[in-house]
């Protein structure tokens, strides 16, 4: 199975309430749209929630790009985790890592897929993108 998927998160203040949002695509076609909320969070926090939240939904192994606006998420995953597991969940400044719990389960899901991270400009003229956003927006309220 082959999956796009587009995430966004968003907080209305930070702290304050936030929402997350996927699309997962399969097939050039919208599959499920997903999104949620908590009432005193983070963006970071939002970010993060909108890929595991999607990759949960995909119970067979599958090949996923996913799609974010998130450096923190993108860069997180890829090339930061590695580092903050091997200095015991410390960053390159010697503080703990935030949203280690979402890390790690972030991780974890990302061991049972073939994934590829794909930053997109947020934003932009991107329309999986764009929904997402909205659709994280709308998760706040």
Known sequence: MK????????????PGPGGWAAIII??????EMLSGNEKKTTNNKMELLAPIKA??????KSE?????????????ITIWINRWEKNDWK?????PVKNKDLWKKLKNLTLKHKIKWVWVKGHAQNKYNNLADDLAQRAIK
């Not at 999956?3 to 930070?14: E, L, R």
């Not at 990759?55 to 067979?60: H, W």
């Open 64 to 76: 996923i790009s996913i799609f974010t606006d998130s450096k923190y998420v993108k860069d997180g």
């Open 26 to 31: 399969k097939d050039d076609e919208v599959e």
């Open 55 to 60: 990759i949960e939904k995909l119970k067979n």
């Open 91 to 95: 960053t390159s400044s010697k503080k």
């Open 3 to 14: 999956y796009k998927i587009y995430t966004d998160g968003a907080c209305s203040g930070n």
